[in-house]
């Protein structure tokens, strides 16, 4: 069985871009969460969708948005890109919230 | 915002060697976890504690949850060189309708040279 799969692996971006992050769930896991991670820091919950409504949100601001499809994938987007964006974003899937999370590798975002 | 203070920060082991890390939080949580990642992975779930006192194994690996909910630790056995990479605790917070986790900042194991 496929786990979480999330694309792409790597981006370069440059300030004031757009970017989307993929996320593919577990067949069966109706639940979706992302995380960001700095380096040498621990994953920082950015939001939360279950069956397609978000469900939970973390601290930050608003450039950050995420969607969750019918088929339960994901997308998150962040605008106006800061250097300070430059993170691993980690994507996990369950059957229904935060137990039971098995998470993807991650997208490694760098901003210049 | 709530925060887990994890220790230590860094750590080497020799082969064989036991290992001892723990994390603590100033609020009450009625789930840790910990994790372990890998370079160019995302973390991957060791053990869940769910009742205070628990003490639970996984193999090599032993973790309690503190009698007040404030506290955990980790204890790997026997360590090998596969044991590298960092251990982050976390806790499951119920802030948001379905929960969420709050992460330590991570202890790092490494090989000692």
């Known amino acids: 069985d496929a786990g979480v799969t999330q694309s792409p692996t790597h981006l370069i971006k440059t300030r004031g871009q757009h970017v989307t992050l993929r996320c593919s769930p577990i067949?069966?896991?109706?639940?979706v969460s992302w995380y960001q991670q700095v380096l040498g820091q621990g994953p920082q919950f950015i939001f939360q969708y279950y069956e397609k409504e978000e469900r939970g949100r973390g601290n930050f601001p608003d450039r950050f948005s995420a969607r969750q499809f019918p088929n339960y994938s994901s997308e998150l987007n962040v605008n106006a890109l800061l250097l300070g964006d430059s993170a691993l974003y980690l994507c996990?899937?369950?059957?229904?919230?935060?137990?039971?999370?098995?998470f993807g590798s991650g997208t490694r975002l760098t901003v210049v | 915002g709530q925060q887990l203070n994890q220790s230590p920060q860094s750590m080497f082991i020799q082969e064989g060697e036991d290992v001892s890390m723990n994390c603590t939080s100033s609020?009450?949580?009625?789930?840790w976890l910990w994790y372990k990642q890998d370079p160019g992975e995302g973390p991957v779930l060791l053990i869940a504690l769910y009742k205070a006192g628990e003490l639970t194994s996984n193999g090599r690996l032993t973790a309690q949850f503190g009698i007040t909910r404030k506290d955990s630790f980790l204890n790997i056995s026997a360590s090998i060189p596969s044991d590298v990479g960092i251990y982050f605790c976390?806790?499951?917070?119920?802030?948001?309708?379905?929960?969420?986790?709050?992460f330590g900042k991570g202890t790092k194991l490494s090989v000692k040279p």
């Open positions: 976390a806790v499951m917070n119920y802030g948001g309708s379905q929960g969420n986790l709050i």
């Open positions: 996990a899937s369950s059957l229904q919230g935060a137990k039971g999370y098995t």
């Open positions: 609020s009450i949580f009625n789930t």
């Open positions: 067949s069966g896991h109706k639940s």
